[in-house]
């Protein structure tokens, strides 16, 4: 088939313009400070002399390969796109410009059995991601050098990346390298290694696909204790007494805990993004080094607990709507970076409670 005209997705409300706070955000997403865009996975391409291309292949008619100067002199869009990051910030209206996936793939006449597209980083890792063909169409992808006027950052994916809109951002691929079409799925690297959706529309907040534990494996789990160094994503046991707990270096990635109590828990280097511990006792645990973001932690009690150089990106420790937040004092051994890594509401409330690290020199 060409590539289809694009239709309108139907889940997301019409883009945001710019303005924060006119454009409604999904559910459990939180605005970015306006001035930060974060930079999250890779931080650069691979380095190489090669001149950049970017490759259209797999089951097309006229596979393609574009320097980027020829990918600049194709119909030129430009886009205003909402960002969802999966560890929870968005940046409503980004600014975005390039050539529609669609004008690209139509170039390369698609085959019919085509059902799938791949997209490839030139990167250490390779990185990839791939969707369902018709939806990428349907939700205007954007092939991108340029944003908000000027070129992209190496960074943020510069000279050349996609931008999905309508799916969580690990959908947009940096350091775009090849597009190819398949005539099936293949899993990209965040969605195997991390379990992220892989249809990830962010307005039904598909973050995580099914836990890989069976209730039966949960049940023995918890049972014998024997947490540490395991890969127990997903874990479902909220107020579950796991006081004392071993659990360093634990992969527990959207776990439910809310109302656990991990009073003196040892989750040094664990991995709990996305994890939901509110109400939860986390009283003298150690979280040293332990990646919490995303993480919702408003009523839990933090007092005597260790989160040095623990990262809180996205973390929740304040609920603007009831007021509720975490129990935390100056008991709690925190890094001044927990502040620049709060969303804004959050290191608010933050600086609120604890002015020691506003005002404190660097440790
Ligand atoms: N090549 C590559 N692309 C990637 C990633 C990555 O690690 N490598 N991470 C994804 C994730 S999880 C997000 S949220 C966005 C982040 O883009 P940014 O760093 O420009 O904010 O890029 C996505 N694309
Ligand atoms: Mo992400």
Redesign the pocket.
């Known amino acids: 088939m060409a590539a289809a005209e694009p239709r309108k997705p139907k889940s997301p409300p019409p883009p945001g313009r710019g303005e924060q706070g006119s454009t409604p955000l999904p559910p459990g997403q939180q605005l970015a400070a306006s001035d930060k865009?974060?930079?999250?996975?890779?931080?650069r391409?691979l380095a190489s002399d090669e001149p950049w291309t970017v490759a259209v292949e797999g089951l097309v008619a006229r596979p393609a390969c574009y320097a980027l100067d020829a990918l600049r002199v194709l119909p030129r869009r430009e886009q205003a796109i909402d960002?969802h990051?999966?560890?929870r910030w968005s940046r409503p209206g980004v600014r975005f410009a390039g050539v529609p996936l669609a004008e690209l793939l139509s170039r390369s006449e698609p085959l019919p059995a085509a059902t799938h597209v791949r997209f490839v980083?030139?990167?250490p890792?390779q990185?990839?991601?791939s969707l369902p063909l018709a939806d990428a169409l349907a939700l205007e992808t954007l092939v991108t050098w340029e944003v908000e006027g000027m070129p992209l950052p190496p960074?943020?994916?510069g000279p050349v990346?996609t931008v999905v809109p309508g799916r969580?951002?690990?959908?947009?691929?940096?350091?775009?390298a090849r597009i190819e079409l398949l005539a099936g799925d293949r899993l990209g690297?965040?969605e195997r290694e991390?379990g992220?959706h892989n249809t990830a529309d962010p307005w039904r907040e598909q973050r995580y696909m099914a836990p890989t534990l069976t209730r039966l494996q949960m049940r023995e789990v918890l049972r014998t204790r024997a947490f540490a160094g395991r890969d127990l994503r997903g874990l479902d046991a909220p107020g579950a007494d796991l006081a004392g707990l071993d659990a360093r270096g634990t992969l527990l990635r959207d776990a439910a805990l809310r109302g656990a109590n991990l009073g003196s828990a040892r989750l040094d280097g664990a991995n709990l993004s996305n994890a939901r511990l509110d109400g939860a006792s986390l009283r003298d645990a150690s979280l040293v080094g332990a990646d919490l973001e995303g993480a919702s932690l408003v009523g839990a009690d933090l007092r005597g607990a260790d989160l040095r150089g623990a990262s809180l990106f996205g973390a929740t420790l304040f609920d603007p709507a009831s007021g509720a937040a975490a129990i935390l004092d100056t008991t709690t051994h925190l890094d001044r970076a927990a502040l620049d890594q709060l969303l804004p509401e959050q290191s608010q409330w933050l600086a609120r409670v604890r002015p020691d690290l506003v005002a404190g020199e660097t440790p």
């Open positions: 865009w974060p930079i999250v996975g890779e931080k391409p960002l990051c999966v560890t980083a030139r990167s890792r990185h990839d991601t960074d943020h994916g990346r969580y951002f690990y959908k947009s691929l940096k350091w775009l690297f965040w991390a992220y």
